[in-house]
């Protein structure tokens, strides 16, 4: 039985140092702005096959996006288009615009980015996150003027409740900027994700603290549906 305990605890003990190199990879190595080449292109060869429609509600950024299988159904009946993208940067959905944005020629686009940013180790602060939203703005409306831009505040997780004090400063310093511009809309995720202590409820994040479940993403869509359903320009599209 000991024998048995000290190799469960040292296998127990290998994979999490496996698992943490990985990390430190991962997050070393996603910096590249083509990390993400792989996923691009595979939508690209997903739009041959199958062309997306038009006049849609584009949604793009991190993981968070991307695990949102059931964002057709919670958006109905805004016709929508997830092109969420591994555990992506700002800064990625930057380099990739022209590609994964302007081909669609969204009515509106909704962004959530900026926690993988600020999350760990990536030397990234909320000023890079502004930055780097900005430039995001820029490029979209230098191809689609009209398109409304609608940024996702960052939400407060268990897992990176550590770096919640620079994630609001880059919700706020990104809020600020968008009160410039009718363009550009935030819509704030907090409420749905804090629970009455001011931290976040542990009933609507997987087991990793970081990424929502099926509750979690219900807490969202009671926010996110009805903005969306209240924008003249979106509400045009319905069926």
């Known amino acids: 039985m000991k024998r048995f305990l000290l190799v469960f605890l040292v296998a127990a003990v290998l994979a999490a140092a496996c698992l943490y190199?990985?990390?430190?990879?991962?997050g070393w190595r996603s910096l590249?702005?083509?990390?993400?080449?792989d996923a691009i292109a595979a939508f690209e060869s997903e739009d041959l096959v199958s062309p997306p429609p038009e006049q849609v509600v584009l949604f793009t950024g991190s993981s968070s996006v991307r695990f949102w299988s059931s964002l057709s159904e919670d958006m109905a009946p805004i016709p929508v288009l997830n092109r969420g993208f591994g555990g992506s940067h700002m800064s990625h959905v930057v380099h990739f615009a022209e590609r994964i944005i302007h081909p669609y020629r969204p009515v509106a686009v909704v962004v959530y980015a900026g926690g993988n940013d600020l999350g760990g180790r990536s030397g990234k602060?909320?000023?890079t996150v502004l930055a780097d939203f900005e430039e995001l703005v820029r490029r979209i409306h230098g191809?689609?003027?009209e398109t409304k831009i609608y940024y996702l505040t960052i939400k407060p997780s268990r897992l990176r409740w550590d770096r919640w004090p620079e994630m609001q400063r880059a919700n706020q310093s990104v809020a600020a900027f968008a009160a410039s511009d009718p363009r550009v809309g935030v819509i704030d995720t907090g409420p749905?994700?804090?629970?009455?202590?001011?931290?976040p409820r542990r009933d609507i994040f997987r087991f990793d603290g970081l990424h929502l479940n099926a509750k979690g993403y219900a807490a969202w869509t009671e926010i996110v549906r009805p903005t969306l359903l209240a924008d003249p320009a979106i509400a045009r599209i319905l069926p």
Request: aromatic share 24%; net charge negative; charged share 25%.
């Open 143 to 145: 191809e689609l003027p």
């Open 125 to 127: 602060t909320a000023e």
């Open 32 to 37: 590249d702005p083509t990390f993400f080449e």
């Open 192 to 199: 749905a994700t804090l629970g009455p202590d001011g931290t």
């Open 21 to 26: 190199g990985f990390y430190r990879w991962y």
